[in-house]
């Protein structure tokens, strides 16, 4: 069955990897299964054949005949479990890099996209440049310790996994902040991913679809 998934047809990131549907590309290409991508415009998103799919009118979501997931940890976990490459074969390490995918966007994002909402959203207003110190201590809260815990390994538990492949996808909205710079263990972690040849995929595939070429995986 092919699998298909959504992103949107002119994407705000201008084609720079961040929109969630690279992570669910990533995965895919992680694994080596093919993906057809339809995509969406915004009015669309809001209309009843989305929001079928998604209820929250947001992408990306999967279909893979009449399996139609939404939100990227489900969409990565589904794919991880179903196809080799992205969750370790040992029942503990498994549980681990499971694990760590929820770290990734219950504990490390939140923060991080309120920065985003901050300085995209609210820096017109008078109370910004106070706040957004703020915000900064909380995302170095959680960066502090990821670090500590990542140390000199190249990922978090053992080999890659499905749980790098988000902490990576979360932590690459800090580049233009210069926070991740404060901490080069995880500058280089970043890096790392970015390099993996699936990614490189990934990534064009994403800035082709922004572009308006072939939307095919």
């Avoid at 681990?96 to 207003?125: C, G, H, Q, Y």
């Amino acid at each position: 069955m092919t699998i298909v998934i959504t992103a949107f047809e002119r994407s705000p990131d201008g084609g720079k990897g961040l929109a969630r549907d690279t992570r669910v590309r990533w995965a895919l290409e992680e694994v080596g299964q093919p993906y057809e991508v339809r995509p969406v415009s915004f009015p669309a998103l809001k209309e009843p054949a989305h929001l079928a799919l998604h209820p929250f009118g947001q992408i990306p979501t999967y279909e893979e005949g009449d399996l139609a997931l939404f939100e990227t940890g489900s969409i990565v976990l589904h794919i991880a479990e179903r196809h080799a490459g992205l969750l370790p074969k040992d029942a503990k390490a498994r549980a681990r890099a499971i694990t760590w995918m929820f770290a990734a966007l219950n504990t490390v994002e939140p923060p991080i996209l309120e920065l985003v909402t901050a300085r995209l959203l609210e820096s017109d207003k008078p109370w910004s440049q106070e706040r957004l110190p703020l915000v900064q201590d909380r995302i170095r809260d959680r960066l502090k310790p990821l670090s500590a815990r990542l140390g000199s390994a190249d990922w978090l538990e053992g080999g890659f996994s499905a749980g790098d492949l988000m902490m990576v996808s979360v932590l690459l909205r800090l580049k233009p902040s210069g926070l991740l710079d404060e901490y080069p263990n995880l500058a280089a972690y970043v890096a790392r991913g970015e390099a993996r040849p699936a990614y490189k995929r990934a990534f064009a595939a994403q800035s082709a679809t922004n572009a308006g070429k072939s939307p095919t995986g």
